[in-house]
């Protein structure tokens, strides 16, 4: 329908500011929009591939938003090790944290599955870190607040325990 116009290299830097300011301002798609524009002119950025990543993330809780596996799509593109992992995380994380905002009755066992693959990935991510980097170790911990905060953020019935399935 529209043939989209292409970005400057030297635009790049600047592009990138504005989408820092668009998820601040909770207009994931403008923000979305600009890192495809990135990434069209230089698809390895590391910087715009991550805010695409978390841009997409943040629309999780809205009609018509991104898939969990198209936004891990955007996984492998991640370079580093630790990052891959920590990013696994935010995905999980943030697709348990727009169902339980969404308050479904009966989505509490489904938040805390979301949750618990988050806190693997933030565990994984921790013996990748480097030196000084907590950040797994407080979106874990975020993620364990959360899920003795709520009480109905529980397991199925259902599910057993992993020490029951070995």
Same mark, same amino acid.
């Given at each position: 329908?529209?043939?989209?116009?292409k970005?400057?290299?030297e635009?790049?830097r600047?592009?990138?500011?504005?989408?820092?300011?668009?998820?601040?301002?909770?207009e994931?798609?403008?923000?979305?929009s600009?890192c495809?524009?990135?990434?069209?002119?230089?698809?390895d950025?590391?910087?715009?591939?991550?805010?695409?990543?978390?841009?997409?993330?943040?629309?999780?809780?809205y009609?018509?938003?991104? =898939?969990?596996?198209? /936004?891990?799509?955007?996984l492998?593109?991640?370079r +580093?090790? #630790? *990052?891959?992992?920590?990013?696994?995380?935010i995905?999980?994380e943030r697709?348990?944290?727009?169902?339980?905002?969404?308050?479904?009755?009966? =989505?509490?066992p489904? /938040?805390?599955?979301?949750?618990?693959?988050a806190m +693997?990935? #933030? *565990?994984?991510a921790?013996?990748l870190?480097?030196e000084?980097n907590?950040?797994?170790?407080?979106?874990?911990?975020?993620?364990?607040?959360?899920?003795?905060?709520?009480?109905?953020?529980r397991?199925?019935a259902a599910?057993q325990?992993?020490?029951?399935?070995?």
């Amino acid at each position: 329908m529209f043939d989209l116009k292409k970005m400057s290299r030297e635009g790049i830097r600047r592009a990138l500011g504005k989408v820092e300011r668009y998820r601040l301002l909770n207009e994931p798609w403008q923000a979305e929009s600009i890192c495809r524009d990135v990434l069209d002119a230089e698809p390895d950025n590391q910087e715009a591939l991550i805010a695409l990543l978390l841009a997409l993330t943040n629309q999780f809780g809205y009609e018509g938003g991104p =898939s969990v596996e198209n /936004v891990r799509a955007l996984l492998p593109g991640i370079r +580093e090790k #630790y *990052e891959q992992a920590y990013y696994a995380g935010i995905i999980c994380e943030r697709k348990g944290s727009a169902l339980r905002d969404r308050n479904a009755p009966g =989505s509490g066992p489904v /938040v805390y599955d979301w949750l618990r693959q988050a806190m +693997e990935h #933030y *565990e994984r991510a921790e013996q990748l870190r480097p030196e000084g980097n907590d950040d797994a170790i407080s979106r874990w911990n975020t993620c364990a607040r959360v899920i003795m905060k709520h009480p109905q953020v529980r397991p199925s019935a259902a599910a057993q325990p992993l020490s029951m399935l070995e």
